[in-house]
């Protein structure tokens, strides 16, 4: 049974730092990949940062430079680090897993807020 736990979201100034982490129970990350979604009021769900099942990374373009995914396999654990934050990056933050051998994003975490003030 896949299980995906966000924390580390909250409220933090433009400008400052925050790091996601997601705890993964039931994926193998050789297996899976990885997705930092996002999703603001109004909006669509936006895919924003990705890890492969073998470690490459790929994120949206304005998220470029300024988040970090990465994982650690000992602790199955994914984190996304998010620097220079901006009033527009408020939002819900979740995990999801996608197995590779599929398109779509199957397991979905919880959620954790991130809130920016300017």
């Known amino acids: 049974q896949v299980q995906l736990v966000e924390s580390g979201g909250g409220l933090v100034q433009a400008g400052g730092s925050l790091r996601l982490s997601c705890a993964a129970s039931?994926?193998?990350?050789?297996?899976?990949?990885m997705g930092w979604f996002r999703q603001a009021p109004g909006k669509q769900r936006e895919l924003i940062a990705v890890?492969?099942?073998?470690?490459?990374?790929n994120y949206a373009d304005s998220e470029k430079g300024r988040f970090t995914i990465s994982r650690d396999i000992a602790k199955n654990t994914v984190d996304l680090q998010m620097n220079s934050l901006k009033p527009e990056d408020t939002a819900v933050y979740y995990c999801?897993?996608?197995?590779?051998?599929?398109?779509?994003?199957?397991?979905w975490g919880q959620g954790t807020q991130v809130t920016v003030s300017s």
């Open positions: 999801a897993a996608r197995w590779i051998f599929k398109n779509e994003y199957d397991y």
């Open positions: 039931g994926v193998t990350f050789s297996s899976y990949a």
């Open positions: 890890i492969s099942s073998s470690g490459r990374t």
